[in-house]
């Protein structure tokens, strides 16, 4: 997102034919590098600096949250999950309170990006949610997640009651002893009740206010094509 290292050069490599990777470099580093303040809000008359509210969930609905590189690409994947309500881009799992994006960004609050999931439970239950957030990572990378290097980038778990930490904690032993995927599951899960802070207006729902450098971002970044080959399509 906002610091790219060297290292996922070699990664990106793996999965990207070198010359669409020639091609889609430039608008990745772009839409990587461009002042935030050039995106617009995800509403009209809000502050884009500003941190956006956290909803509440009403009657028949409940929260997760998870980390899995890209804020904004985890936004876009869970809006597409049928009983999903509401997503909001953040941090959790630092030693900060209300941290900033350039803060987090930085590395030097221990944050990782994350996604609040508020989500129908007459249609879904944590178990589902949970289910649809493994296959939209690679939660075998212990670096970051795709070319996002680094800790903010890093999966992990919140789990906000210890019903979710116990369904957590056996999916995540499933998926290791299934010995399915090209190395152990990385993914931390956090202790329960792990503070969540959401991130400034300007993040949320990038992938409708500004597709533009979203899709360049997302296509650039490789997340797709390493989701299809750890998973399948």
């Known amino acids: ?6 290292e996922w050069l070699g990664r990106i490599g793996d999965y990207v034919p070198a010359m669409l990777l020639r091609v889609l ?22 502050d884009p600096e500003a941190a956006a509210p956290i909803p509440t969930p009403g009657d028949h609905q409940a929260v997760a949250v998870f980390a899995g590189g890209c804020f904004w690409c985890m936004e876009s994947d ?23 994006y350039e803060q987090v960004g930085a ?3 221990g944050h990782r990006e994350a996604v609040h999931v508020v989500y129908d439970t007459t249609k879904l239950d944590y178990a589902k949610v949970l289910d649809w957030y493994w296959h939209h990572v690679d939660p075998t990378d212990t670096g970051g997640q795709f070319c996002d290097r680094g800790e903010p980038y890093q999966t992990g778990i919140f789990p906000v009651d210890a019903a979710q930490e116990a369904t957590a904690t056996a999916s995540k032993t ?8 090209p190395g152990p599951i990385a993914t931390k899960i956090y202790p329960v009740g792990t503070p969540f802070y959401a991130a400034e207006n300007y993040h949320q729902d990038f992938h409708e206010t500004t597709p533009g450098r979203y899709n360049s971002y997302r296509i650039g ?13």
């Open 1 to 6: 997102m906002n610091t790219i290292r060297t």
């Open 25 to 46: 470099l430039p608008l990745l580093l772009a839409a990587c590098s461009a002042s935030p303040a050039a995106a617009p809000t995800a509403s009209a008359g809000l």
């Open 78 to 100: 869970f809006d597409k999950l049928d009983g999903v309500v509401h997503t909001t881009s953040g941090y959790a799992g630092g030693t900060v309170k209300n941290p900033t």
């Open 107 to 109: 590395h030097v609050t």
């Open 174 to 181: 499933a998926l290791d002893t299934a010995h399915t995927l």
């Open 221 to 233: 970044c490789g997340r797709d094509a390493r989701v299809a080959l750890i998973w399948g399509t």
